[in-house]
């Protein structure tokens, strides 16, 4: 078994077109080690040097990365990873 | 051009004036390749700011997964700008990422509501018309 990995319209040019790739890993870090393997280029425009990037939401199942341990948290096979791009913006 | 029904414009000016002078955020979802918009999805600003919007993260899951259910996609991402035109700005350029998506601005900065729709594709801003039907064909 392995982790389904949900990919949002915007980085499906990373996958062939494919909404759910396979990766594997025993936390989200080494989860997106096996994804940049996988799909090249992927890893960029989910990290940057400082942990996730701003503009995607990283969810194990149905809660954020953000309030569970970021870039550390554990993850296992049977688990779903949903990527989804923040919708977000402002006055300036 | 975005074509949208009365009643979806009337409810997303009257969703931006309700919480104004923050700024107020939502979703019409539409079938898949219809471009049409259809489902109006009023969303939480988690910043509940006068300058600044973001989709609560658990909020968006929730809202995105039912899309998926039901073979829908964001058709109108909206918000409103309180304070200045319903034009975007930096921030509004560099978090959009659906390039099939109608990214409608709103503003009630003024008597009269704006309410303009742009194409957000790899930071360049595209407006477009916007026909206001009162049902669709």
């Not at chain 1, 080494?30 to 960029?44: C, S, T």
């Not at chain 2, 309180?82 to 959009?96: G, K, L």
């Not at chain 2, 930071?123 to 026909?131: A, N, P, Y």
Request: charged letters at 30%; one cysteine or more; glycine letters at 6%.
């Amino acid at each position: 078994m392995a982790i389904e990995v949900r990919i949002p319209t915007i980085l499906r040019n990373y996958t062939d077109g494919a909404k759910a790739v396979d990766a594997k890993g025993a936390t989200l870090a080494e989860l997106i080690g096996d994804l940049e393997a996988r799909h090249p280029g992927l890893k960029e425009r989910l990290v940057d040097d400082a942990g996730l990037r701003r503009f995607v939401n990283v969810y194990l199942n149905d809660e954020d990365v953000r309030f569970l341990g970021g870039l550390g948290t554990p993850v296992a096979d049977g688990d779903t990873v949903t990527v989804l791009p923040a919708v977000a913006g402002g006055a300036r | 051009m975005l074509t949208i029904s009365r009643e979806l414009v009337d409810a997303i000016v009257a969703h931006a004036r309700a919480d104004h002078p923050d700024e107020a955020c939502g979703v019409v979802a539409g079938p898949e390749g219809s471009d049409r918009p259809e489902r109006f999805i009023q969303m939480d600003n988690a910043e509940r700011s006068p300058t600044f919007y973001r989709f609560d993260s658990h909020e968006q899951f929730r809202v995105w997964r039912d899309m998926d259910d039901r073979d829908e996609v964001p058709v109108v991402i909206y918000h409103s700008h309180t304070a200045t035109e319903a034009y975007p700005s930096r921030t509004d350029i560099s978090y959009a990422s659906e390039p099939d998506t109608h990214y409608v601005l709103v503003s009630t900065a003024y008597d009269e509501p704006q309410f303009r729709s742009y194409r957000i594709v790899d930071g360049v801003v595209t407006e477009e018309d916007v026909k206001i039907v009162e049902a669709y064909g």
